[in-house]
Antibody, heavy 122, light 108 residues
Framework: QVTLKESGPALVKPTQTLTLTCTFSGFSLSTSGMRVSWIRQPPGKALEWLALIDWDDDKFYSTSLKTRLTISKDTSKNQVVLTMTNMDPVDTATYYC??????????????WGQGTLVTVSS | DIQMTQSPSSLSASVGDRVTITCRASQSISSYLNWYQQKPGKAPKLLIYAASSLQSGVPSRFSGSGSGTDFTLTITSLQPEDFATYYCQQSYSTPLFTFGPGTKVDIK
């Protein structure tokens, strides 16, 4: 059974750097084809894809946020870490991690973690 | 970037109704389109992948269709547990992904 769980601070101050950890089980990110993504959702708003890391340590970022994001993995701990710099109140959101499944360019997010709410406020 | 739109943004329906939600891409995305269901306070759940393939365990009253720029999610007989928000997501521009703005289905 594949599960993912996000962890990190519930509250950060403006201009601070956010660090979130996704701890997963049921698969290994060292297995060819495996990928994990981060997605966020501001309260009452839509989902926004943020970043992806794959088994080969390739990393991809949202065009609009790539200057602020860094994604990394620790295969031995089954963890993926996302950092976001210069946090602002508009970054208040629930942050999800999810495994990417699929083939060729048919890719979908399944399953998802439960999400962690991050509030940016002084 | 590929932009996704959905219509309507919300709808009210009754149990037993047939419900259709539309998703449109800003350019052709072939059939690289997925649908998710999200209930309040919960993570999204995959319903349909590759435009029309039903995810394992998802009831057969859910179906997806379309290709190119226009897609639909249909619920043939709405059940109480189907009241939720539905999102489409394109993977044509993998590894860059885009979600639609969502369609909220609530009780009439």
């Amino acid at each position: 059974q594949v599960t993912l769980k996000e962890s990190g601070p519930a509250l950060v101050k403006p201009t601070q750097t956010l660090t979130l950890t996704c701890t997963f089980s049921g698969f290994s990110l060292s297995t060819s084809g495996m990928r994990v993504s981060w997605i966020r959702q501001p309260p009452g708003k839509a989902l926004e894809w943020l970043a992806l890391i794959d088994w080969d340590d390739d990393k991809f970022y949202s065009t609009s946020l790539k200057t602020r994001l860094t994604i990394s993995k620790d295969t031995s701990k089954n963890q993926v870490v996302l950092t976001m710099t210069n946090m602002d109140p508009v970054d208040t959101a629930t942050y999800y991690c999810a495994r990417i499944r699929g083939y060729a360019d048919y890719n979908w997010f399944d399953p998802w973690g439960q999400g962690t709410l991050v509030t940016v406020s002084s | 970037d590929i932009q996704m739109t959905q219509s309507p943004s919300s709808l009210s329906a009754s149990v037993g109704d047939r419900v259709t939600i539309t998703c449109r891409a800003s350019q052709s995305i072939s059939s690289y389109l997925n649908w998710y269901q999200q209930k309040p306070g919960k993570a999204p759940k995959l319903l349909i992948y590759a435009a029309s393939s039903l995810q394992s365990g998802v009831p057969s009253r859910f179906s997806g269709s379309g290709s190119g720029t226009d897609f639909t999610l249909t619920i043939t007989s709405l059940q109480p547990e189907d009241f939720a928000t539905y999102y489409c997501q394109q993977s044509y521009s993998t590894p860059l992904f885009t979600f639609g703005p969502g369609t909220k289905v609530d009780i009439k």
